[in-house]
């Protein structure tokens, strides 16, 4: 059963203060892993799609990492308008149906 | 481009009620899908369409019928509402053997069942 599991369920930072977010997946033949990022009220927003390891993509603040095993999303120098619930999905090769994590809900504080 | 457009964004139902949760996406894309999230428990499928003609139950379909109206819509029915229906759905659509098979989600709908 393909399974995907993030962590740390919550994390408060100080504006400025780096750090990372993780994916960890359990899919047969990965055909992609994507992040969003979802504010309260509204749908998920879409940031990054990777399709194999060792991959890397940046936006602004925001690098993910791509591994065999599991991503990372990296924070740095985050703002208060990085706050936010991040998202991680995992596509099996063969599949229409991604597999979601629940999710990371970050809290930036000035 | 709109993306995925959801109607309506808020919506009261009395147990027993019905209603249709629209969807549409003007993406081009061939696949879309319908979620539910509720707290602690993540995005759930209800149901998704492969492709236009084509509907296939997700992992929470009970109390739930969809239809595929064409490439660009795909509704959601609640026959006779129920409390535990109370959710935020989300529509999603994706172009299926396209260069990313991303998701791209609607706006959602607030749904309390009383």
């Known amino acids: 059963e393909d399974q995907v599991t993030q962590s740390p369920e919550a994390l408060r930072l100080q504006e400025g203060e780096s750090s990372s977010l993780n994916c960890s997946y359990t899919?047969?033949?990965?055909?992609?892993l994507f992040w969003y990022r979802q504010d309260p009220g509204k749908g998920p927003e879409f940031l990054f799609t990777?399709?194999?390891a060792g991959e890397e993509k940046e936006k602004e603040r925001l690098k993910a990492t791509l591994t065999k095993k599991e991503s990372f999303l990296h924070i740095t120098a985050p703002k208060p308008e990085d706050s936010a619930t991040y998202l991680c999905?995992?596509?099996?090769?063969?599949?229409?149906?991604?597999?979601f994590g629940r999710g990371t809900s970050l809290i930036v504080h000035p | 481009n709109a993306g995925v457009t959801q109607t309506p964004k808020f919506q009261v139902l009395k147990t027993g009620q019905s209603m249709t949760l629209q969807c549409a996406q003007d993406?081009?894309?061939?696949?879309m899908y319908w979620y539910r999230q509720d707290p602690g428990m993540g995005l759930r499928l209800i149901y998704y369409?492969?492709?236009?003609?084509?509907?296939d139950k997700g992992e929470v379909p009970n109390g739930y019928n969809v239809s595929r109206l064409n490439k660009r819509e795909f509704s959601l029915r609640l026959e006779s509402a129920a409390p535990s229906q109370t959710s935020v759905y989300f529509c999603?659509?994706?172009?299926?053997?396209?260069?990313?098979?991303?998701?791209?989600f609607g706006p959602g709908t607030r749904l309390t069942v009383l």
């Open positions: 369409s492969a492709s236009e003609g084509t509907t």
């Open positions: 993406m081009n894309h061939n696949s």
């Open positions: 999603a659509s994706t172009l299926v053997g396209g260069r990313t098979d991303t998701q791209y």
């Open positions: 990777l399709y194999s």
């Open positions: 899919v047969s033949g990965l055909r992609g």
């Open positions: 999905a995992a596509l099996a090769g063969g599949s229409y149906i991604p597999t």
